[in-house]
């Protein structure tokens, strides 16, 4: 049971006015839950087609490397000649204050330039190399999707305890006060109309007997 307002006409206007605003930030909240939801949903159906396709590739890359070491030998050597990559680029993009990353790749020698030489390789080592920076690609694709998905959700969870908090404790409270105070200010007015009455008729009274 919340605290009763002492039930003036100052504080029913206050009260009134806090009862609006909470509405409105629930409304708000609400809407931003919503679109929130909507962006979730989105990169979810991504992420799975994300990961129907990655599932694949790393599947033929695999497959692709096992045909390489058979026909041209184990290949740890020539993939110590492949350099680190360092061509992945963060950045961010802002859904109702939610910061979403944004991972790009740049063009740099580790996808365009075989660091290994092609005289003492062949082409099942080509095929292996480029099935594998795809592999690196969509990773990179499905890591973007899967921290906004993870951003989203928690931000989801918070968005919905501030929307409860107004819908079920906030915007209740305000609205028992209002009523609370609409009530005995009406009390007092009909108290009042009442009094006037009686001292209406008593003057009555008294001017009849002059």
Not at 12 to 38: C, F, H, P, Q, W
Not at 109 to 134: C, M, P, Q, W
């Amino acid at each position: 049971m919340a605290v009763q307002a002492v039930p003036t006409k100052g504080n029913l206007m206050n009260t009134k006015k806090s009862l609006a605003l909470a509405r409105n930030g629930y409304e708000l909240l609400d809407r931003k839950r919503n679109i929130l939801v909507r962006e979730m949903m989105t990169l979810i159906d991504h992420a799975n087609a994300i990961q129907a396709q990655i599932d694949g590739a790393y599947e033929e890359a695999y497959t692709a490397l096992q045909i390489a070491n058979i026909t041209n030998g184990f290949c740890e050597d020539i993939s110590n000649a492949v350099p680190i990559e360092n061509g992945l680029q963060l950045d961010s993009r802002s859904v109702m204050g939610v910061e979403i990353p944004i991972l790009t790749m740049e063009e740099t020698e580790t996808t365009t330039y075989l660091h290994y030489g092609t005289r003492t390789t062949n082409s099942a080592v080509d095929k292996a190399y480029i099935l594998f920076n795809r592999v690196k690609t969509l990773t990179v694709e499905l890591a973007e999707i899967e921290n906004s998905v993870y951003r989203l959700a928690d931000a989801i969870k918070k968005t919905q305890k501030r929307a409860n908090a107004l819908k079920n404790i906030m915007i209740p409270r305000f609205e028992e006060t209002v009523k609370f105070i609409t009530d005995a200010l009406d009390e007092k007015d009909r108290e009042e109309f009442s009094r006037l009455k009686v001292i209406k008729r008593k003057k009555l009274r008294e001017s009849e007997t002059e």
